[in-house]
């Protein structure tokens, strides 16, 4: 039930970004190092974006802990590695917040490296 539901918050997200002029590049990425639940690209700047659904958006942005942007951020290394193109484009890290009743709400650059 939990997958189900993430899977249909992470379509959400990509439907959101898409509305916003990024491209969808990759969607549930998973290497043994983390996983990635969108890359999404929009001029110049790749975002690893990492989705959450919460009871309210509050909830959704705490639920993203230390632990799990590492593991995110080393299965980007891994992606880049695999893409070597995309490694000149400006590089960020995203959270995408979805609460229900609420609209999605794109954190740009949630957290640095």
């Known amino acids: 039930m939990a997958q189900r539901s993430g899977q249909r918050g ?7 970004l898409r509305l916003k002029g990024y491209r969808v590049l990759e969607r549930q990425l998973r290497f043994g190092v983390g996983e990635i639940d969108l890359v999404v690209q929009r001029g110049r700047t790749l975002a690893f974006v990492e989705v959450k659904r919460r009871a309210d958006l509050a909830a959704a942005a705490e639920a993203i802990r230390p632990q ?18 995309r490694r000149t484009l400006t590089l960020r890290f ?17 957290w640095r490296v």
């Open 10 to 16: 992470e379509r959400l997200a990509a439907w959101w």
């Open 68 to 85: 799990q942007r590492r593991r995110i951020e080393r299965a980007a290394e891994q992606y880049l590695l695999l893409n070597p193109q």
């Open 94 to 110: 995203d959270a995408l917040l979805l609460a229900p009743g609420r609209l999605p709400r794109h954190i740009q650059s949630a």
